[in-house]
């Protein structure tokens, strides 16, 4: 089974710095887009930043400048670099991975999520 776990959240106040990570394990072929998701209180779950394989990156646009997407293939690790936080960053961070498995004598695909870390910007 595949096992996406973050790290790196917790309370930050306004202006400072933050960084995720997401280690992926399991059964994986490969894995192709990865990226960061957050659901502030009573709202929905919402892109912040995707990475490809290849190192594309794309951003929502209340984090560009100020967060930092990257990846280790090596490692199946993505980071997100948190910089300049406000109040209404605060949230919970998921991992999410498109990741290709063994299935048998086949490769199947699929979407998997992390458990999600807290990130509270409060003075």
């Known amino acids: 089974q595949v096992q996406l776990v973050e790290s790196g959240g917790g309370l930050v106040q306004p202006g400072g710095s933050l960084t995720l990570s997401c280690a992926a394990s399991?059964?994986?072929?490969?894995?192709?887009?990865m990226g960061w998701y957050r659901q502030p209180p009573g709202k929905q779950r919402e892109l912040v930043a995707s990475?490809?394989?290849?190192?594309?990156?794309d951003y929502a646009d209340f984090v560009k400048d100020r967060f930092t997407i990257s990846r280790n293939n090596a490692k199946k690790e993505v980071y997100l670099k948190m910089n300049t936080l406000k109040p209404e960053d605060t949230a919970v961070y998921y991992c999410?991975?498109?990741?290709?498995?063994?299935?048998?004598?086949?490769?199947?695909?699929?979407?998997?999520w992390g458990q999600g870390t807290q990130v509270t910007v409060s003075s």
């Open positions: 399991g059964s994986i072929f490969d894995i192709n887009v």
């Open positions: 990475i490809s394989s290849g190192g594309v990156t």
């Open positions: 999410h991975a498109d990741i290709r498995t063994w299935r048998g004598a086949g490769l199947a695909g699929g979407d998997y």
